[in-house]
């Protein structure tokens, strides 16, 4: 197995042209931008329209490898696995919201809250499961994602110890999951 740039795992041996990934890449990034030009214009007039549509497929002809490197083979369950883990993402952070009231409004508060630094590695490959592992932590209220390398070494700043406990825990396993990675 082989980690492309993207992050995306894929196996060795794939034939398929790049000029098909090129188009798709540019047609899903064109797509994006015209339905963004939609929403946040609001407007519906044809010659509003029209110019969305030049602006869109300048943006997409020109950054369509930025928001799309290479569509691979598995990129769209990439996709698809990271829509299931971010339902996930949120309810962590719900959760930890509640966790940080509570400690805030502990009347022992001086002596719940305990910061420490946890550094920890990861067999994360790509550079995006390691950034979107580094960002779910950061996310998640209590914890703040403070290095995070491209060997997979973690230092993490947690607020108290439960929170620095759970580290990196089941959050790990998901992101690996995401991004098709053993761990």
């Known amino acids: 197995m082989i980690v492309s740039n993207n992050g995306v795992a894929k196996k060795a041996g794939n034939t398929r042209p790049t000029f098909?990934?090129?188009f798709f890449s540019f047609l899903i990034t064109f797509v994006l931008m015209?339905?963004?030009?939609?929403v946040l214009s609001g407007k519906f007039d044809s010659?509003?329209?029209?110019?969305?549509?030049?602006?869109s497929f300048f943006v997409a002809y020109y950054f369509y490898d930025l928001l799309f490197p290479a569509m691979e083979s598995g990129y769209v369950k990439v996709f698809f696995r990271f829509i299931a883990y971010t339902p996930?993402?949120?309810?962590?952070?719900?959760?930890?919201n509640f966790h940080l009231l509570y400690l805030a409004f502990h009347p022992r508060m001086k002596e719940l809250i305990d910061p420490h630094i946890i550094t920890f590695k990861t067999h994360?490959?790509?550079d995006i499961a390691i950034a979107t592992l580094a960002n779910s932590i950061t996310l998640t209220p209590g914890t703040i994602t403070v290095t995070a390398d491209s060997d997979g070494v973690f230092r993490v700043h947690a607020?108290?110890?439960e929170s620095a406990e759970a580290?990196?825990?089941i959050m790990l396993k998901k992101v690996a999951k995401v991004f098709g990675e053993e761990i």
């Open 88 to 96: 996930w993402l949120i309810w962590e952070i719900i959760k930890a």
């Open 20 to 22: 098909y990934k090129s």
């Open 159 to 161: 607020i108290d110890s």
């Open 47 to 55: 010659l509003l329209l029209w110019l969305g549509g030049i602006s």
């Open 124 to 126: 994360l490959k790509s």
């Open 34 to 38: 015209f339905l963004s030009w939609i």
């Open 167 to 169: 580290l990196p825990g």
